[in-house]
């Protein structure tokens, strides 16, 4: 019996990508997935060039030329994640909405990092919203992205405690550390589920 191909994922960020590199560095020999791109929507962000320091594909398409037209801008997403194959999508810090038009297209492949305990707080702001709201707790959430903000089934959740004297800042490098724990994890158990579901 031959193996199994490995399942090609597209990472989509902003920024820092520090969940970006978390994902790669869990792609390894045994692992079902392989990463085939790291995309950003801005030419500058800081994880282009590390994941190019790992030997990673990148590319990016600027958002700004394209305007309100988000179709098109998503097109010009599609095209390129086409091109490398990509077969599942990871969004990792990815600060642009994306449209049903969008996600539509990777219906049930694409997993998207919330800084939150879904489905409180979707959106921007998420750990000063916890805050202030007096919650004693916030964390993070994996879930397979739909067309809806935020939402869709959820894949793993981790929760940290909020301390007196929390700051945004403070409460969300407390999540993000777990954001790193469970992002791979839910990737691993995902890319198994669909390796099992694929006729070899
Ligand atoms: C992460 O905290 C992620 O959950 C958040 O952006 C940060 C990216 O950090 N994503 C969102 O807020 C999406 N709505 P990173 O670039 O270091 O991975």
Redesign the pocket.
Known sequence: MSAQPKIKVAIL?S??????LKLLDSMGADHPAEACLVMSNKENAG?LVKAAERGIATDFVDHKPFGEDRAAFEDALIAKLDAAGAEVVCL??F?RVLTPHFINRFEGRMLN???SLLPKYKGLHTHKRAIEAGDSEAG?TVHVATAKL?DGPIIAQASVPILEGDTPDTL?ARV?IE?HRIYPEALLSFTRDLQGKTPS
């Open positions: 960020i920024g820092g990508g520090s969940n970006m994880g990792a810090g600060m990092v919330h800084p993070c935020d969300a993000l954001e």
